[in-house]
């Protein structure tokens, strides 16, 4: 009998933070709530890297079930938590790049207002998050998804004072929202064909069924639906607008909500339901189209942005693509290791540009930037790191899981491998011109470029903070979260270096039986991670040649490389030369810096119908025409009766004595009408 690991206690512990600092932040020192958010978030850490160290002799999947939940004529719920591979490394991802983000967010948000209130709501999301990982069913995965919902919008809208922040945070709510909606219908017709939304009862049936390919049928249909909500949550196409508003919130927020974990909540519902999607071809590729396109689209915005936060949000769109493109061609674990990799670089990514924007007192605008390599050496080192590692350059981790998806998606289609390099030369090539803007030249902003005056930690990105007088490095409590995302940004990758290249996959391997759907349509348990089962690029690589992907592999490279020596031809070596293309281009590079008008478009196709139609039928039909006019009317109506009523009370005898003799004659006249029918 397997031993029980109390799975419970790792989302249980960051709830037991919020509610803390929640209740009693308000009266408790800053230092108190530190470290109440920091011991409960850890403590998740800590527990799971004991069930890792646990993991190998489970009997897998590991499920424990609390108790009963939902008991509605055949329809049953628990809550109840699930092990396996995959969700044993989102729990390590979220824990421990959450509580690296929980210490860097001590330095940044030390002297900001609502200090309690941040770390409340920044347990608040962990909690919701680890639900959704380690949820046993779909409806207690649906509970998570909606929960780091609401915190994102808590997070994102916490100077809720400002009314930039305050709309991102309701524009983030809604856009998931509609994809919620997709995402609960899909659920529904599970219930409506199995009866359940466990896992355990889904996937096996699913399994067995043969592949929809002679048209869509209602796993299709399912797949279309989930998708739909995995759109939403990880901002792809169309439902992508959200994410880059989404930089209005703490600097601490985008890596945490928008970099490592919320935003990859999609790719996991997907690559969790891989089952549903092997069964539903026309899905998948449904997967792989919109990943692709937006993998291109959002890189295309990245190259022309000014301000390092929006840079760094469409670069998340743009990866999330990626992810997305790896699960669109079936290579599920090459999605998934490129969500670990993509966590460690863009997490550190956004911790950076934070540091820079501390440093600066809150600048944001690259163009005002420059030469801070000499004053900010730690950060501009730890960032160089991520900014190679999201390149693709070897042998940092990024260049390993988005090799994989490469050589994966070119032998889906080469069409997905053209777009997809594509894509990897302008990822390289607006990276290394950030890094250049931001760190090499002049110095061009208004604080003073000196020695580091003061300790200066506090925000910075924040409305009405100012520069601190010189450019000065972050706090040890900001730059050790750094340091260690560098390292991991670096060696990260090294557990999925291909066969090619000399090593066996392990990452690949160790998902392998998660993905092994002959083994769930018979019921099994699954495999031993890393034994008895191949990886997915195995078999392929095979036939195709060891040779043949060392040649994609090269390709991929060059492409990193020529948009990092485009990035120092214009931008160190010519940097006048950026001007005089943006104006040789004209409207094209317009409509490219304004994020070719979706936002626009959206507020003219959608918005402002749904807003002026709500002002014309709620407000004044229903308010006014309606609510108003009966309040109004009937108003108007008492006070006419209470008059007439009022003037029977007129204290005179003779009246009182009219009155009564009215009320007996009316009496007797129904008396007697009703004794004679």
């Not at 079930?65 to 055949?74: A, E, K, Q």
């Not at 049936?205 to 639906?225: N, Y």
């Not at 070897?394 to 050589?407: R, V």
């Not at 108003?635 to 029977?648: E, K, P, T």
Request: neutral net charge.
């Amino acid at each position: 009998m397997t031993a029980n690991l109390h799975l419970w206690l790792i989302p249980a512990l960051p709830l037991i933070g919020a509610a803390s600092n929640g209740l009693m932040g308000r009266r408790s020192s800053r230092r108190a709530v530190s470290f109440i958010a920091l011991v409960f978030c850890g403590g998740a850490f800590a527990w799971a890297l004991y069930v890792a160290s646990r993991f190998s002799s489970l009997t897998l999947p590991h499920a424990e079930t609390l108790g009963p939940w939902i008991r509605v004529g055949g329809f049953s719920a628990d809550f109840a938590f699930y092990l396996d591979p995959l969700s044993l490394i989102m729990l390590l991802v979220v824990t421990g790049v959450g509580f690296l983000i929980h210490i860097y967010s001590i330095g940044y948000m030390w002297e900001e207002g609502g200090y309690y209130r941040f770390f409340s709501y920044l347990n608040l999301f962990m909690f919701f998050m680890l639900t959704l990982v380690l949820a046993d069913n779909y409806l207690l995965l649906f509970i998570g998804w909606e929960g780091v919902g609401l915190a994102s919008y808590l997070l994102i809208g916490f100077w809720f004072t400002k009314d930039s922040a305050a709309s991102a945070g309701k524009k983030a709510f809604i856009v998931n929202r509609i994809g919620d909606f997709g995402f609960l219908i899909g659920l529904f017709l599970l219930i409506k064909h199995f009866g359940s939304l466990n896992f355990d009862r889904v996937f096996p049936p699913v399994a067995q069924m043969k592949a929809e390919t002679a048209g869509a049928g209602w796993v299709t249909a399912i797949g279309l639906l989930l998708m739909v909500g995995a759109a939403g949550k990880s901002a792809q196409l169309p439902l992508y607008v959200w994410l880059p508003d989404a930089m209005e919130g703490p600097t601490p927020v985008s890596a945490l909500i928008h970099a490592a974990t919320m935003v990859t909540a999609g790719v996991y519902m997907v690559a969790r339901s891989h089952v549903i999607y092997e069964r539903a071809p026309e899905a998948l590729t449904l997967v792989a189209i919109v990943g692709v396109l937006t993998a291109l689209f959002a890189a295309t915005i990245g190259v022309a942005q000014t301000d390092i936060k929006k840079v760094l949000a469409y670069s998340t769109i743009s990866q999330l693509g990626y992810m997305f493109l790896g699960c669109g061609v079936a290579a599920f674990s090459a999605g998934i290791f490129h969500l670990m990799t993509h966590a460690f670089f863009k997490g550190l990514l956004f911790l950076a540009a934070g540091s820079v924007i501390h440093a600066l007192g809150g600048e944001q605008d690259m163009r005002r930037m420059g030469g801070l390599r000499h004053h900010i050496p730690w950060t501009f080192w730890t960032m160089t790191v991520a900014t190679l590692a999201i390149a693709g350059i070897p042998p940092l981790a990024g260049f390993f899981s988005k090799d994989e998806i490469l050589w994966r998606a070119y032998q889906a289609s080469w069409i997905y491998w053209l777009i997809g390099v594509s894509t990897a030369f302008l990822t390289s090539f607006y990276m290394f011109r950030l890094l250049f803007l931001t760190f090499f030249g002049e110095y061009r902003g208004a604080v003073a470029a000196g020695p580091e005056h003061g300790r200066g930690h506090g925000l910075h990105d924040a409305p009405g903070h100012g520069g601190h007088g010189h450019i000065h490095e972050s706090p040890t409590v900001m730059l050790l979260p750094l340091v260690i995302l560098a390292i991991l940004s670096l060696a990260g990758g090294w557990v999925g270096i291909p066969g090619s290249l000399g090593g066996g996959n392990r990452f690949d391997k160790f998902l392998a039986p998660v993905f092994d759907t002959t083994a769930i349509a018979q019921n099994r348990e699954h495999a031993v991670p890393g034994e008895q089962v191949p990886p997915e690029s195995e078999g392929p690589a095979t036939e195709t040649g060891r040779g043949t992907e060392l040649m994609f592999t090269g390709v991929s490279v060059a492409a990193a490389a020529l948009g990092l020596l485009l990035a120092w031809l214009l931008y160190l070596r010519n940097p006048e030369l950026p001007q005089k293309i943006a104006d040789a281009l004209g409207g094209f590079y317009g409509a490219v810096l304004n994020k070719y008008y979706v936002d626009e478009l959206y507020a003219v196709l959608f918005v402002k119908p749904l807003v002026d139609g709500s002002a014309r039928i709620l407000w004044q039909a229903m308010d006014q025409g309606v609510i108003d006019r009966t309040i109004n009317d009937g108003a108007d109506g008492a006070r006419h009766l209470s008059d007439n009523v009022r003037h029977m009370q007129s204290g005179n005898l003779r009246s009182y004595a009219g009155w009564v003799a009215a009320g007996a004659a009316v009496v007797i006249a129904y008396m007697v009408w009703t004794g004679l029918r």
